[in-house]
Nanobody
Framework: QVQLVESGGGLVQPGGSLKLSCAAS????????MDWYRQAPGKARELVAA???????VAADSVKGRFTISRDNAKNTVYLQMNMLKPEDTAVYYC?????????WGQGTQVTVSS
């Protein structure tokens, strides 16, 4: 059974930081590109950042310089370090795994940026 379990979300003030984690099980983690998506109320789900099996990363323009994606293959875990958070970063953040033939989603974790 494949599971992607996110953690680390919560309420933070503007300018603050959070670190999201996504622990994967039931997949060969090292062959999956891992992504973080987010969905704000009334908006489409969007890609935030991705990290390939070789560690190459991409990030949305809206988060470049503020968010960093990383992975620990020994722990089957992908992280999203979020700094200088803004109210517009408020959303449900989803972990996503893309493999050679399949993809999987986590259940999401809420991030709220508000004073």
């Amino acid at each position: 059974q494949v599971q992607l379990v996110e953690s680390g979300g919560g309420l933070v003030q503007p300018g603050g930081s959070l670190k999201l984690s996504c622990a994967a099980s039931g997949i060969s983690f090292t062959i999956y590109t891992m992504d973080w998506y987010r969905q704000a109320p009334g908006k489409a789900r969007e890609l935030v950042a991705a990290i390939t099996t070789r560690g190459s990363t991409v990030a949305a323009d809206s988060v470049k310089g503020r968010f960093t994606i990383s992975r620990d293959n020994a722990k089957n875990t992908v992280y999203l370090q979020m700094n200088m958070l803004k109210p517009e970063d408020t959303a449900v953040y989803y972990c996503h795994a893309t493999g050679p033939t399949r993809y999987y989603w986590g259940q999401g974790t809420q991030v709220t940026v508000s004073s």
